[in-house]
Structure formats: structure tokens, C-alpha cells
């Protein structure tokens, strides 16, 4: 198993450009979540995904986009990218109690 | 709301028990996760407390007191490759399954 994957590793945006995150997991969790983490600080969470065609906010969603179209996949979508969006992004999958983490992107937007 | 506290930063020297704490208060307390974070790195699950109590597994041991709102990660026989963040979790069970809130790390640097 990959476990959870996540693409790309890096990426820098310029102001008001958009694009999506990957995320995808080989366990087949039904939870599927999105967390940002902005330097030394918890990870906070984005949206998150009970199962294929449901998804929610969480904490911080403005600016945020997410659908679940299966199982597998919990793309992010940033549609006008601000420098506030300058982050690392976690994506994140449970079956229960424990959640796996992907390994990340680095965003940057100039 | 949700209001999760641990240390910002602690030092311990190599070999030696260090104790990472953290406080919280939730509505619909569910459990608290304590996860560990290396630089640049995906947080990796270490323990998951529900009851009152001490969790041992190997050199971590998690113990919880719900109703004091405080839990504490203690680590054995450090090492040098322990130095790392400590993310203290609260989880909350909703529809959504277990959400959780994260405390900002506690960041452990271990000394020879």
C-alpha cells in the first residue's frame, strides 16, 4: 500500500492564479480531511469528506474548494490564490480514530 | 470553542525521561491524539487515549484525566532522533468522524 500520496511537492503561485491539490489513498477510508500548517503553528483543518459525494467545512475553508467524486480522491481547489494561502497542506485519511497523513505541499504565492 | 495548550518549546539531554503536556477544553470531548512531526515531515500517529489513565508502547507512554481537561506524552531513554514536534489532538466525534483540533506543538530538542 502507498498509503496516502499527494501532488505536487511544491509549487508557487502568483496572486489570483488557481489549481488543485492531489490527494489520493489505497486504504479505502471513507474519512478523507484537508489540514493547512502555517510555520510553528497546529495543523488546522480545511474541509473534510464522510465519503464519495459528501464533504463539509471545517475551520478555516474560505478561499477553499474540495469534492469527492470517490473513494479514493479528495482534490483542494484554491481558485484565486492570495500570499494568506502561503502554507504547507496535509491531506489526511481514517478509517476510525487514527489518521494518515500524506506527506505534503509547499505552496508559496508572490 | 476549543482551547488546546502545551509548551511552545523544551530541552532534554539524551537518555534522560522528558514529559510534554498539554491542556484543553471542548465541548463533545471524544479522545486526544498525540502525534509526532520531524522537520519538513507528515505528522505520524503515537497514541490515542479515550479513558482515564496511562497507555504505555514502548518508550512513549500517554496519560489522560478528562475531567481535569490534561493530558501528558512521556518519553523514555531519549534520543537524539526524538527531537522533533509533538502535536497534542483533541478529537471530537461528529458526522464527520473523528475532527480533530490540534495544539500549535511542542517543540523537543534532545542534547548530547
Known sequence: NAGVTQTPKFRILKIGQSMTLQCTQDMNHNYMYWYRQDPGMGLKLIYYSVGAGITDKGEVPNGYNVSRSTTEDF???????????????????????????????????? | GQNIDQPTEMTATEGAIVQINCTYQTSGFNGLFWYQQHAGEAPTFLSYNVLDGLEEKGRFSSFLSRSKGYSYLLLK????????????????????????????????????
Open chain 2, 77 to 112: 531513554e531519549l534520543q537524539m532522533k526524538d527531537s522533533a514536534s509533538y502535536l497534542c489532538a483533541v478529537s471530537r466525534l461528529t458526522g464527520g468522524g473523528n475532527k480533530l483540533t490540534f495544539g500549535t506543538g511542542t517543540q523537543l530538542k534532545v542534547e548530547l
Open chain 1, 75 to 110: 482534490p483542494l481547489r484554491l481558485e484565486l490564490a492570495a500570499p494568506s494561502q502561503t502554507s504547507v497542506y496535509f491531506c489526511a485519511s481514517s478509517y476510525e480514530d487514527e489518521q494518515y497523513f500524506g506527506p505534503g505541499t509547499r505552496l508559496t504565492v508572490t
